[in-house]
């Protein structure tokens, strides 16, 4: 059981990028999957999450109207579509599965599987 996030980089401010996060060993579809960032030398926080069905979708503010969090079950795959990045939005960024009672607070510590991070850099 594992999951993997994949798709960081170098990039400048105000450009796009598009994070995704693949299961291995089982299926996601009946999970649901929040993101999260770890700023050097910070903790780590929630930044999106999104419902088993992929009906109910939740971000914290510093990324609403910026970032936008899907799936696509049939690839077994979430993604995080980053629009207008900004320089605090580097960090590594993991996604990990969440209990679907409290997915919309996107806590870190009810995470139970997570995947390895990608590391997010936007320079100014």
């Known amino acids: 059981v594992q999951l993997q996030a994949s798709g960081g980089g170098l990039v400048q401010a105000g450009d796009s990028l598009r994070l995704s996060c693949t299961a291995s060993?089982?299926?996601?579809?009946?999970?649901?999957i929040g993101w999260f960032r770890q700023a050097p030398g910070k903790e780590r926080d929630g930044v999106a999450s999104?419902?088993?069905?992929?009906?109910?979708?939740y971000y914290v503010s510093p990324v609403r109207g910026r970032f936008t969090i899907s799936r696509d079950n049939a690839k077994n795959t979430v993604y995080l579509q980053m629009t207008n990045v900004l320089p605090e939005d580097t960090g590594v960024y993991f996604c990990?599965?969440?209990?679907?009672?409290?997915?919309?607070?996107?806590?870190?510590?009810?995470?139970?599987?997570w995947g390895q991070g990608t590391l997010v850099t936007v320079s100014s």
């Open positions: 060993g089982f299926t996601l579809d009946k999970y649901a």
């Open positions: 999104i419902k088993s069905g992929g009906g109910g979708r």
């Open positions: 990990a599965t969440l209990p679907s009672s409290t997915v919309a607070f996107i806590n870190p510590t009810e995470g139970n599987y």
